[in-house]
């Protein structure tokens, strides 16, 4: 009977322990259509709209906007290929622009925001930036 006992309480603790270590992946279904906000360490409200493949970014101070094509490749990521609009100023910086992908990993859903990590793959480099892009404008 003893023996039952810990075997049992053993599968307990395992159970409780393996359980605290798993993260359940959040449900992005809703972020693949819609509204939602970014802002720059500048202060400029990026306007995010995401509809069937394809998002617009609209900096809302200076108008200037942007076109992605979007990929979901799974539950919470997606890349990110620009089409067009504000950013390259030459032809070497269009050229750029359209041989860098941009993916983003959803981390995090919350009531007014989520969290994510956006990876930038160049051909001048790499690089990997953490970021929030609020459900929300934020009030001034």
């Known amino acids: ?11 307990i ?13 959040p449900d992005c279904n809703t972020l693949r259509v819609g509204q ?15 509809i069937d493949g394809i998002q617009q970014d609209v900096n809302m101070s200076t108008k200037d ?3 992605w094509k979007i990929d979901w490749l799974g539950n919470c990521r997606f890349a990110a290929a620009y089409l067009s609009g504000a950013g390259p ?4 910086e269009k050229r750029l622009y ?14 007014d ?3 994510g990590t956006t990876t930038v793959k160049a051909p001048n480099g790499n690089s990997v930036f953490t970021d929030t ?7 001034n």
């Open 1 to 11: 009977m003893q023996r039952k006992a810990f075997i049992f309480s053993s599968l």
């Open 13 to 25: 603790v395992i159970l409780w322990m393996t359980s605290s270590f798993y993260v359940a992946s």
């Open 36 to 50: 939602f906000h970014s802002y720059t360490k500048k202060g400029d409200h990026i306007q995010i709209t995401r």
């Open 65 to 67: 906007t942007t076109y």
């Open 89 to 92: 100023k030459t032809e070497t």
């Open 98 to 111: 359209e041989n860098t992908i941009l993916y983003f990993d959803i981390k995090e859903i919350a009531d």
């Open 113 to 115: 925001y989520y969290v």
């Open 133 to 139: 892009t609020w459900l929300i404008q934020k009030k």
